[in-house]
């Protein structure tokens, strides 16, 4: 199993130590064109049954149009739409067929819901990623699954103190959701209860 970390931390390194060479930690930015061919050599031959593409960045928090720079827009659609989509595609021909591919998405990039009032260019990044993804499911037509997963609003760095998930309730619900669509083609749109949310 590997993990990919931008910055390495004594806490990941402790996990690492304690799962007996079952767990290593590479260090690495989702946002590197070449993240993709480095991770299939540091993965061996063996096929990847699970993908889980979990970093993410706020972004800007001006509506769209005030004070945010080319820059800023540029990292924030990079990281949170394009460099998941990239690794997807680079992945994808070492998944196995009853794989699981997972890029966390949230609530806020559902145009129908329309949720993202505080955080409209966070929300539209998510948008955009949802909507690469069905895009690149639709034109490959992957044998493995293609999740959006949100997952829920989570007590993390990102999700502040005030959130009403923890990490650990979240993680599990997320992975007991990616497990349940372990054999399933497709691209789907869920929460980490498991329920489908509108696109
Ligand atoms: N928390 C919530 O309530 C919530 C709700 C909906 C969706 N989400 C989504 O869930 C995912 C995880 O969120 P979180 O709450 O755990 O966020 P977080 O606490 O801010 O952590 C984000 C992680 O992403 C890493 N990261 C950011 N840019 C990166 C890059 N270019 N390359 C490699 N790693 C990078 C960060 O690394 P560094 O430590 O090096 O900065 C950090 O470890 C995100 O995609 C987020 O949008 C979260």
Redesign the pocket.
Known sequence: MLA????PNAALDGLAATAAGRLRVVTG???DPELGARLLSESGDEPLDRLIV????TGPKEAPGQRATAAELGELFL??AL?PLRLLEALAPRMATAGVAAC???Q?GSVSLARAADMPLYGAS?AALNSLLQSWVAGQQPAFAVLAL?????R????GTS?PVAVADSVAGLVATMEAKASQRGCAFLDYQGQALPW
């Open positions: 990919l970390v931008r910055t930015d989702l946002c979990n970093a993410g960045i990281t949170n460099a966390l998405s949230s806020m998510k949100h997952p829920g609003w989570v993390t760095e990102l999700g959130a």
